[in-house]
């Protein structure tokens, strides 16, 4: 069949809205039919090259929508379905996944070139190119073939935009603050970053039981945005929140750090390591440029010494299966903000200007609504 398609071809290249070929889908596989598509940054990231993948690529890996087929072999949803589609596949039998870490499921190895866990590419082009979808997915499709292992069926209830964000912007977020930094009751947090991902981290650690909350963003939208998720304080500037947080512990400093910036800098993993205090954690979720070093630190009086820990992770070590469907039910009674996190949405032939929106900070989350 054939599906209008928002693609990559070359690295600092606009997106490109083209018609593509689409394959029925392999015994493991389901051709959904996408509703709503969230615009994260890591797509952006592809892009302008900050990350490096097998192009051409069909951009999108936020995405709920109707199942429209299955394989053979497919057991996990039906047609009629509605999904999510995690950005992270979850087979449920790798050694990981057998020991709950869906998060480091082996399927997610070739989630930069889109090559399906069957083998091969399922979308093609006019000149004969396979593209794969970005994390396997390919949700700036209007159809798209994924393995089974991305799909997560929800109820019918849940508006699909909404859904869309669980994919991959509000479980990297919130899980962050609740489990790979590990919050607890009355602990400070500082938050370097409050766009799409950061304020899930706020709503996370307001979850967990923070006490002080304290968001450091220079733009004026997504502070006053982070105050309505959680926070309790909020910065322009690094400096401005170390000198709070002295204040607020009585120089014991944070006990976290999360750094969900837009794109990874030394700075910022600096700043956050000098924030917390001793026995205290940075947790890093912001991805960084290719090539570029992002962590400069003195092991001593950073980390000997101070028994300081940097966690990296994927996901916000949620696990899609378990996690994605526990954020719609806490969405559906009110204990989660979802709605509020969409600022604007947009036709597929607008995405170039979504993204332009997205970097000039005039978006805590974009979504795409195909026709
Ligand atoms: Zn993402
Ligand atoms: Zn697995």
Redesign the pocket.
Known sequence: MRTRAAVLREPGQPWQVTELDLDEPGAEEVRIRFVAA?M????QHMRTGHSVGRLPMVGG??GAGVVEAVGEHVTRVRVGDHVVCS?IPACGTCRYCATGRQNLCDQGATMLTGELPGGGFRFHDDTGADLGGM?MLGTFSQHAVVGQASCVPIDHDIPFPVAALV???VP?GWGTAVYAAGVRPGETVVIFGAG??GTNAVQGARHAGARHIIVVDPVALKRDNALKFGATHVFADADAAHAAVVEMTRGRLADHAICTVGVLEAEVVTRAAAIVGKGAQVTITSVGRSGEKQIQLAANGTVVGYQRRIQGHVFGMCNPLYDIPRLLRLYREGQLMLDELITRTYRLDEIEQGYQDLEDGRLIRGVILHD
């Open positions: 969230g994260c940054h890591s797509d890996h936020e950005f994390c994919g991959c912007g990297t799409g991902v």
